[in-house]
C-alpha cells in the first residue's frame, strides 16, 4: 500500500511538473520547461499535497542534461580553449570573491555563524554543504533554506536576465544530427551506476559529471556523432525543475521568513558580483554575455547547466565551467571552514544563530 500511494504521488507530482513546463514553454518563458516545472510542483506543494519524484528519475534527467551538454564537445572546441582559459580563471577569482563576499555579510549583518554562512554561500553545490551540515558544521536548516532561497531566485531571475543580453540563433543549416535512441540508452545504462557510484563517495553532481564526461570522450574521439533528442532533453528539464520544486516544498515557512532578508541580500549581491566578473571577461574575451553569466551565476550545477541548454549557449562552454565549478568549490568549501574552525568564545556563550555554531 505504501508503494502504491509513492508511486501515485510521483505520478500526481510528474503530471503537474509537465504541466507547467509545457505552459511556461508555450508563453515563450526563458528555460520555461525547468522555470514552469519547478514553479508547478512548489504550488502543488504549498497546497498541501505529497510531492515527491522518484530518485532514478531525478539522476536519469541530470544524466540527460549531462550528455547534451558533452555532445558539444569536438574538435571544434580547441581553437576556443585560450578564450575559456581566461574565462575559466575568472571564474576561480570570481568564486573566490563571492564566497568571501557572501560569507562575511551574513556573519557581520545578520549575526549568523561563520560555519553556517559558509556553507549558505557556497554557490553550486547544494547538496553537498547540506550533507556537511548535517554532519555537525553549522545550522543544517538554515543552510538548506539559504540554499534553496539563492537557488530559486536565480532560476527565475537568470534565463531572463541572460536572454536580455541576446540568445544565439541556429545558422540555417547547422542543426546538428539527434542521437539514436539506441546510443542514449546505452549512455545511460552506463552512466547510471557510475554516476550513483560517484554520488554515494561524496561527489556534487555526479550523474550531471558522469554525463558529460562520457558524452564529451564519445563525442570528442568521434565515436558517437548528435545531441540527445529533444523530447528527452525537454524531459530533463522537467524532472529537475520538480526536483527543485520539491525541496522548496520541505523548507518551514517560519524559517524562511526569518532567513528572507538574509537571502534576498545575499543572493542579490552574488548575482551583481556575477555580472560584474561577466562584463570583465566579456570585454577580455569577447565571449557573449550572457553565456558568460550562465557560466559564472552562483546557482545550482545542474540548475544553470539545464538552463545554458536551454537558451542555446555553447554546450561544451558551459559544461567545461560548471565542470570546473564543482572542482573549485570541492576545494574552496573546506578551506573558508578552516578558517572559522576554532572561532573565539563570544561573552555569555551568545549564539546569536540558534543553532551550532561550528
Known amino acids: 500500500m505504501v508503494a502504491t500511494e509513492d508511486w501515485k504521488t510521483a505520478g500526481l507530482t510528474g503530471l503537474a511538473a509537465l504541466a507547467g513546463a509545457a505552459s511556461a514553454a508555450l508563453v515563450g518563458v526563458p528555460a520555461g520547461a525547468l522555470v514552469g516545472a519547478m514553479l508547478a510542483v ?3 506543494a504549498a497546497l498541501g499535497r505529497r510531492v515527491a519524484v522518484p530518485p532514478v528519475a531525478r539522476d536519469l534527467a541530470f544524466l540527460v542534461i549531462g550528455i547534451s551538454l558533452g555532445a558539444g564537445i569536438d574538435a571544434s572546441v580547441v581553437p576556443h580553449l585560450p578564450g575559456w582559459s581566461v574565462s575559466l580563471l575568472g571564474l576561480v577569482v570570481a568564486l573566490v570573491a563571492t564566497m568571501a563576499a557572501s560569507s562575511l555579510l551574513l556573519l557581520k549583518v545578520f549575526g549568523i555563524d561563520w560555519q553556517t554562512a559558509v556553507l549558505s554561500s557556497a554557490p ?3 547538496s553537498n554543504a547540506v550533507a556537511i551540515a548535517v554532519e555537525g558544521r553549522g545550522d543544517a536548516s538554515a543552510v538548506m533554506i539559504l540554499q534553496l532561497m539563492r537557488l ?5 531571475l537568470v534565463p531572463p536576465i541572460a536572454a536580455l543580453q541576446g ?4 545558422a540555417e543549416g547547422a542543426a546538428r544530427p539527434v542521437m539514436p ?3 542514449l540508452a546505452a549512455l545511460l545504462a552506463i552512466g547510471l551506476p557510475l554516476g550513483r557510484f560517484a554520488g554515494r563517495h561524496g561527489i556534487s553532481a555526479a550523474c550531471l559529471l558522469v554525463g558529460i564526461l562520457l558524452s564529451g570522450i564519445a563525442h570528442g574521439t568521434d565515436l558517437l556523432q548528435g545531441a540527445a533528442p529533444a523530447w528527452t532533453i525537454f524531459l530533463g528539464f522537467t524532472a529537475t525543475g520538480a526536483v527543485l520544486g520539491t525541496r522548496i516544498g520541505k523548507v518551514d515557512p517560519r524559517s524562511a521568513l526569518r532567513l528572507a532578508g538574509a537571502g534576498a541580500v545575499v543572493v542579490g549581491m552574488a548575482l551583481g558580483m556575477a555580472f560584474a566578473f561577466a562584463l ?8 557573449p554575455l550572457g553565456q558568460i553569466l550562465i557560466a559564472y551565476a552562483p546557482g545550482g550545477v545542474e540548475a544553470m547547466a ?3 541548454l536551454a537558451l542555446g549557449y555553447d554546450p561544451a562552454f558551459v559544461a567545461a565551467h560548471h565542470f570546473a565549478r564543482i572542482l573549485i568549490l570541492l576545494v574552496l568549501v573546506p578551506v573558508f571552514l578552516s578558517l572559522g574552525a576554532t572561532p573565539p ?7 546569536r544563530t540558534g543553532g551550532r555554531g561550528g
Not at 152 to 156: A, E, N, Q
Not at 280 to 287: C, F, K, N, P, Q
Request: cysteine-free; proline content about 11%; overall charge negative.
Open 167 to 170: 540568445v544565439p540563433e541556429i
Open 181 to 183: 535512441l539506441p546510443t
Open 345 to 351: 568564545p563570544r561573552p555569555g556563550g551568545d549564539d
Open 306 to 308: 539545464a538552463i545554458g
Open 152 to 156: 530559486v531566485i536565480l532560476v527565475t
Open 280 to 287: 570583465v571577461i566579456r570585454a577580455l574575451t569577447g565571449i
Open 124 to 126: 553550486g553545490t547544494m
Open 42 to 44: 512548489a504550488v502543488m
